[in-house]
């Protein structure tokens, strides 16, 4: 009755692809932004340290000119050069120890984010899950619960059916009770329409795709009409309406589902198409006639 195993297995089996798409682009729009940042990082990082490299070098080239100017020689102090070689391996020591911690500590962010990524679909996942257990579950009981009515009702259908059959057979065939016969069979065509109402209720997966079966049959294009006039007439005429039809004086060959367009009826407001004389017009049946709804397949 409800949606098969196979199909809402398909339409499961797309959520989890599209997620999944949705999680790789994620991932990689992240891994872009972070070789971005790192970039951006190690590319500053990279213009300090030589801007300072140069604050150095100039510096030492000042120093060496302030010393020439006072000792008249262009010689260096005594221990100039070997104390310049334990600055610059100390500086050396200082940046690599800088850059290890630097490269720590985005290692450790990225476990984070990894972990927290985790966390959060492992999350999602979980609950994804559970809702689907208990759209199971939900689903699971509609269709039980339908089943149970629906078994009921053609239950009772059945002897309703067999009650009208009974009284059309008992009903003598004489003109005087010709209008008996006419309800009798009212009553059998009613009972038809409401196994196929049934069928409907049962027919989920066109429901919930917003579709209802129609199977198209040659017939007469004016039977419906007529069977629509025969069952709801007595209803008019209980609230003091006339229903009537303007009918073909011949047969329209047509191709439609009769039950379906029975089951449209002549409107929920029957008084508000009442002619002047308080009667109500059905609109009768012309060749060429077309019966359409956007919502039934």
Request: with cysteine; glycine share 6%; hydrophobic share 40%.
């Amino acid at each position: 009755m409800g949606m098969g195993g196979e199909e809402k297995g398909h339409e499961r089996t797309a959520t989890d692809e599209s997620l999944r798409v949705e999680r790789d682009q994620a991932d990689a729009e992240l891994a872009k932004i972070d070789a971005v940042t790192r970039e951006t990082a190690d590319g500053v990082l990279r213009v300090a340290r030589a801007r300072a490299d140069a604050i150095v070098v100039d510096a030492r080239k000042a120093s060496d000119v302030a010393a020439e100017a006072t000792s008249g020689t262009a010689a260096l102090p005594p221990g100039t050069e070997r104390q310049r070689s334990r600055e610059d391996a100390s500086l050396r020591r200082e940046r690599a120890s800088a850059d290890a911690k630097l490269d720590h500590e985005r290692r450790a962010t990225s476990r984070s984010l990894q972990h927290f990524l985790a966390v959060e679909r492992s999350q999602t996942d979980e609950k994804l899950g559970s809702e689907r257990i208990l759209s199971d579950d939900v689903t699971a009981a509609r269709d039980n619960f339908l089943g149970m009515v629906s078994h009921d009702l053609r239950a009772l259908l059945a002897v309703l059916s067999m009650s009208s059959e009974l009284a059309a057979k008992a009903i003598p065939l004489d003109d005087a009770n010709r209008e008996a016969r006419a309800h009798a069979v009212t009553s059998q065509q009613a009972v038809a329409r409401m196994n196929r109402i049934i069928e409907d209720l049962l027919d989920i997966t066109s429901i919930e795709a917003g579709r209802l079966a129609v199977v198209r049959d040659a017939c007469d294009a004016n039977s419906p009409v007529r069977e629509v006039v025969a069952a709801f007439g007595p209803i008019a005429a209980a609230r003091g309406i006339t229903l009537a039809a303007e009918l073909a004086p011949h047969e329209l060959p047509a191709r439609l589902d009769h039950q379906r367009v029975v089951q449209a009826g002549p409107g929920d407001k029957p008084a508000d198409r009442r002619d002047e004389r308080g009667q109500m017009n059905d609109g009768g049946v012309e060749a060429g006639d077309a019966i359409g709804d956007p919502h039934i397949a």
